[in-house]
Each structure stands twice: as structure tokens, then as C-alpha cells.
């Protein structure tokens, strides 16, 4: 059974950080390009960082450039965004994703609110 469970999610300040992982299981992980998504309330669900399967190269959204580091361990099945300088507008429930040719999958999601 295919599952991505990510967790670190809570209420944060602004300008505070706060690290999301997503731990994976039920199918080979290592050979998945690994993202988080976000999608604020009313708001389509936005691309915010990748990790490809083989060299570890990572791709971000231009919002979230040097502020946000997706990482990945291949051997605890693991995914990782440190999170830094958090804004408010950046209140969103942040998602795991997992994409190998036609295989796609989805965590259930973790809330991250950015508030004084």
C-alpha cells in the first residue's frame, strides 16, 4: 500500500522556520522525483520545490528561493523542506508528492500557519 505521510506542520511567527518531512513507503522511493506543493484557502494548489531521483539536483519556485531547501534520504525514505523566514502568506496546507512515468502520488497534507 502506497503511503506519504508528512508531518512538522503547526503555528509559526513570521519570519520563523519550521521543518516538514514526509516519510514514504509501499514503493521504491529512491527512484521517485520527490516536490512539495502548497495550497492556501481559496487559493490553487502552487509547486514549491523538487528533488529529482538520481543526482539530488532541486528546483524552487522563484517565491521561495533561498529561503526554502528540499531535500531528500534515500535510505529512511524521507523528504524533507526546511523552512526559513516564513512569511504570513505562505499559510497553506503543504503537500508531498511523488512522480516516477505515470505513477503519481499524494500525501494527505500538513498545515503550516504563519501568524503573530
Known amino acids: 500500500q502506497v503511503q506519504l505521510v508528512e508531518s512538522g506542520g503547526g503555528l509559526v511567527q513570521p519570519g520563523g522556520s519550521l521543518r516538514l518531512s514526509c516519510i514514504a513507503s509501499g514503493f521504491t522511493f529512491r527512484s521517485y522525483a520527490m516536490s512539495w506543493y502548497r495550497q492556501a484557502p481559496g487559493k490553487g494548489r502552487e509547486l514549491v520545490a523538487t528533488i529529482n531521483s538520481t543526482s539530488g539536483s532541486a528546483n524552487y519556485a522563484d517565491s521561495v528561493k533561498d529561503r526554502l531547501t528540499i531535500s531528500r534520504d534515500n535510505a529512511k525514505n524521507t523528504v524533507y523542506l526546511q523552512m526559513n523566514s516564513l512569511k504570513p502568506e505562505e499559510t497553506a496546507v503543504y503537500y508531498c508528492?511523488?512522480?516516477?512515468?505515470?505513477?503519481?502520488?499524494w500525501g494527505q497534507g500538513t498545515q503550516v500557519t504563519v501568524a503573530s
Open positions: 508528492n511523488a512522480v516516477f512515468l505515470s505513477y503519481n502520488y
